[in-house]
């Protein structure tokens, strides 16, 4: 099973700001998830990260809003840009091992 | 969207058996059925996952029926740590693996 650690835990941003979150596996993986959940609803997917490769957006999602990187088989960024208090949400990352380990999220709140 | 339908909360009393039903009539031949839950606000929890035949594992069982449409997963003597969000999920393992998250059945264990 792969142990997912996510940076940082929790923040509280102004508007306007960006903030980037880490998310590292302690084994490599090819492919790498991020979510979304929003105050009360479920997860939603934002985007599949390849290492290589670019990023893979869902419908509603862009890359200028939400760039990722993935330098190596290990890690992943995802940076949450100009942001505005709807973006105030839980923030997941997860692998594309059969279990699919997720991260416990980042806690972002948007003043 | 989510190919599975599941009740959107449950009550179960403490030391009993919970049994979470979930629909999915449109899997795929190469779909497992993965269940997850998610204890208020923590990262998602892989429980597990199968593809045709009953698994079971030192959290839960899984039982799927034969036509695969739907399939029920059974935590053999809840506790109240057990209170939390279920989600059923098929998903391919190999390729596109992403997850992609229904509403789940929020799970009241009573003492």
């Known amino acids: 099973s792969a142990v997912i650690s996510q940076k940082p835990s929790r923040d509280i941003c102004q508007r306007g700001t960006s903030l980037t979150i880490q998310c590292q596996v302690d084994?490599?993986?090819?492919?790498m998830f991020w979510y979304r959940q929003q105050p009360g609803q479920s997860l939603t997917l934002i985007a599949t990260?390849?290492?290589?490769?670019?990023?893979?957006?869902e419908s509603g999602f862009v890359i200028d809003k939400f760039p990722i990187s993935r330098p190596n088989l290990t890690f992943s960024t995802l940076t949450v840009s100009n942001m505005s208090p709807e973006d105030s949400s839980i923030y997941l990352c997860?692998?594309?091992?059969?279990?699919?380990?997720f991260g416990q999220g980042t806690r972002l709140t948007v003043v | 969207d989510a190919k599975t339908t599941q009740p959107p909360s449950m009550d179960c009393a403490e030391g009993r058996a919970a049994n979470l039903p979930c629909n999915h009539s449109?899997?795929?031949?190469?779909?497992?059925v993965y269940w997850y839950r998610q204890i208020h606000s923590q990262g998602p929890q892989y429980i597990i996952h199968?593809?045709?035949n009953n698994e079971t594992n030192e959290m839960a069982s899984l039982i799927i029926t034969e036509d695969r449409k739907s399939s029920t997963l059974i935590l053999p003597h809840a506790t109240l740590r057990d209170t939390a969000v279920y989600y059923c999920?098929?998903?391919?393992?190999?390729?596109?693996?992403?997850?992609?998250f229904g509403q789940g059945t929020r799970l009241t264990i009573n003492p």
């Open positions: 997860s692998t594309d091992r059969a279990e699919a380990f």
């Open positions: 084994s490599q993986v090819t492919m």
């Open positions: 990260a390849n290492q290589g490769s670019e990023a893979t957006y």
């Open positions: 449109t899997i795929s031949g190469n779909e497992y």
């Open positions: 199968g593809l045709k």
């Open positions: 999920i098929v998903r391919v393992v190999r390729g596109a693996q992403k997850l992609v």
